[in-house]
C-alpha cells in the first residue's frame, strides 16, 4: 500500500535530482503518491536566463522547458519508486508524443506540473503529463523515460 507525501521541498529535490541552477525546473512537491501521481510546482521567475533572449520585449518561457520541467516531475515520480544514486544515474527522455501548447507561460507565472503513470515495460517509463497555469491547461503531453547506471568510467 503506497502513501501519500505531501512537501517535499528543494532540499530533497536536490538530493533526488542531478539538475542545478539553472537548469532546475522544479521548486517543490505538493504532493507525491509513489507508483501513481506526483504534484509540483515550477515558479516563473523573470530572473531566469532565458527570459533574455526568448523574448527580449514579450519574455515567454520557451516550450521545451516546459516540457522539461514536466520530464525532471516525472523522474521525482520514478525516483520515488525506484532507489537510485543520483551520482550515477541519468534519467533520459526517451520519446515525446502528443505534445501540446495551449498557454504562454510568463513570468510571474506558477506552473503546476501534474504528472501520472501510466506503465513500464523493457526499461521505459510512460507518464502523461501536463502543466497549468492558474488551473488552464499549457502544455500537455506523453513522455517515455529510462534511467541509465553509469559504468565504472562514468560514462
Not at 505531501?6 to 504532493?31: A, G
Request: include cysteine.
Amino acid at each position: 500500500m503506497s502513501t501519500e507525501i505531501n512537501d517535499l521541498d528543494i532540499h530533497k529535490i536536490l538530493t533526488l535530482l542531478p539538475h542545478r541552477y539553472p537548469f532546475l525546473l522544479v521548486d517543490r512537491v505538493l504532493e507525491l503518491q509513489p507508483h501513481k501521481r506526483i504534484k509540483a510546482l515550477k515558479n516563473v521567475s523573470i530572473n531566469e536566463p532565458y527570459f533574455t533572449g526568448h523574448f527580449p520585449k514579450r519574455p515567454v518561457m520557451p516550450g521545451v522547458l516546459v516540457l522539461e520541467s514536466l520530464a525532471q516531475a516525472a523522474a521525482l515520480l520514478t525516483f520515488s519508486e525506484e532507489p537510485h544514486d543520483p551520482a550515477s544515474t541519468q534519467y533520459l527522455f526517451v520519446g515525446i508524443d502528443d505534445a501540446r501548447f495551449k498557454r504562454v507561460v510568463e513570468p510571474g507565472d506558477q506552473l503546476i506540473l501534474t504528472v501520472s503513470f501510466k506503465r513500464h515495460m523493457r526499461g521505459v517509463w510512460k507518464f502523461i503529463a501536463h502543466a497549468d497555469v492558474e488551473g488552464v491547461v499549457a502544455a500537455q503531453a506523453t513522455l517515455m523515460c529510462t534511467v541509465r547506471h553509469a559504468d565504472a568510467s562514468g560514462r
